[in-house]
């Protein structure tokens, strides 16, 4: 982002003004961290602000400061909508392009608000005014802790600001143990800890307070998981089914991903999780080292994302999307084997 544009922006904040901060689907700890960060920061100079996100998001992010005051689209529709239209300036956090939005992409794009796009993802969209894009930050939390600084306004960091990013540059970075996590990040999250961020607490809510039914559930999926050793891959397959059985609850398959990636001689890693109800395969890619998760996903299950992390879905069934899966993986021997 230019000094030119950060001054428009500037500009544009030094009175009130009509403002809908929007994450993506299924927000994570950092869609919800920056937004709710950057809500507390803008309310400082007395906006009109909404958080509306596109639905519902995990219990163990509820505790964030604002959370009561989040609009969820599916549930308030006509209500977002209206918000939507007579925003003056909508900021787009933690995404790409207007379809990881879903139901919500048809308004944002008719929407003549102007658009602040601030994300960490590749191959951004052309949709906004003002484009705030950086693949090698950690974070869309941490970009907004910057973009509060080219502001002039880390001054103005307090408990509620500095709770928001942290948990959002946490989560993101898998406490702080992804390559991804840099020594400007540290110098981040230690001026956030010194502006009120308490991160003993902030760790306890989102990761020590899994109910009975969600580690059952991890169990499961401990259970189901399956190692290609010849091809340093291991997946996870979850069926609606035993979804069902433990009561599944949005979050609760979370970070569980990260377990095949931890096996010993494991470069790739992936769960295949079964949602009925949106007829769908959710997938969510892991990588170390060099192997690109990100076009992995681009290229076979209309996906995106990072080098070492993405996501992407598949219309097949969930035996069939596998079958897939392992009949591609063959093609990338040498990018696993070296």
Request: aromatic fraction near 10%.
């Amino acid at each position: 982002m230019t000094k030119r544009e950060i001054s428009e922006i500037k500009a544009l904040l030094q009175s009130p003004k009509k403002i809908v901060i929007v994450p993506h689907k299924n927000p994570d700890g950092d869609a919800m961290g920056s937004s709710l960060g950057l809500y507390h920061y803008l309310k400082l100079f007395n906006h009109h602000i909404s958080v509306i996100t596109p639905n519902d998001y995990p219990n163990f992010l509820k505790w964030l400061p604002g959370d009561e005051l989040v609009i969820k689209y599916d549930n308030n529709k006509a209500a977002a909508d209206e918000l939507i239209i007579n925003a003056d300036i909508i900021f787009t956090l933690d995404f790409n392009a207007l379809h990881r939005t879903g139901n919500m992409e048809t308004i944002l794009t008719e929407a003549d608000g102007i658009k602040i796009l601030i994300d960490h993802h590749q191959q951004p969209d052309n949709y906004a005014k003002y484009i705030y894009s950086d693949v090698t930050i950690c974070s869309t939390a941490q970009m907004i802790y910057h973009f509060i600084d080219m502001l002039g306004d880390l001054k103005l960091l307090n408990s509620n600001i500095s709770t928001c990013l942290y948990t959002g540059i946490m989560t993101d970075t898998g406490s702080f143990r992804f390559r991804s996590t840099t020594s400007t990040t540290h110098h981040v999250v230690a001026n956030l800890i010194d502006n009120g961020a308490d991160n003993a607490q902030i760790h306890n809510n989102v990761y020590d307070t899994n109910s009975y039914n969600r580690l059952q559930l991890l169990g499961r999926a401990l259970n189901n998981l399956n190692f290609i050793e010849e091809l340093n891959t291991a997946y996870i397959i979850l069926s609606q089914k035993e979804l069902n059985k433990y009561n599944f609850q949005k979050g609760d398959t979370e970070g569980v991903v990260n377990y095949a990636l931890s096996l010993k001689g494991v470069k790739f890693a992936v769960i295949f999780i079964e949602n009925q109800k949106e007829s769908i395969i959710k997938i969510s890619l892991r990588s170390k080292g060099n192997f690109d998760v990100n076009t992995f996903a681009r290229q076979h299950f209309n996906g995106g994302g990072h080098t070492n992390a993405a996501g992407g879905r598949s219309e097949l069934s969930l035996k069939k999307t596998v079958e897939k899966f392992i009949s591609i993986l063959p093609t990338y021997k040498n990018d696993l084997k070296s």
